[in-house]
């Protein structure tokens, strides 16, 4: 279980619109079969060239590989053009358990 810090807004401080997001969304559907999106969250960072960045960013939650999440985090870069972004296993202890499994 992965969580990813997915940008609210450019680093002009626009909102991205909800169908850019949803494109997101649909790829990481792709990808996972799933995806738990929260609240918007305020973040501070500096670049390794010392410049602050505040931006508001999503917690994602994924349950997917290594190799999985490192395919998100390219498209994330990519699709919302940002100089970094950031993912964290949470755990690789997961279990998923759907109704008609239940004895």
Request: aromatic share 12%.
């Amino acid at each position: 279980m992965w969580i990813i810090l997915v940008p609210h807004s450019d680093n002009n401080g626009k909102k991205f619109p909800i169908e850019h997001h949803w494109k997101w969304d649909s790829f990481v559907k792709e990808i996972t079969g799933g995806l738990t999106i929260h609240r918007v969250a305020k973040g501070e960072w500096i670049n390794p060239f010392g410049e602050l960045y505040k931006d508001k960013m999503i917690p994602v939650h994924v349950s997917c590989t290594e190799e999985e999440i490192h395919k998100i985090i390219d498209f994330t870069i990519k699709h919302y053009d940002q100089e970094a972004v950031t993912a964290y296993a949470i755990s690789d202890y997961v279990i998923i358990k759907h109704k008609n499994e239940i004895v």
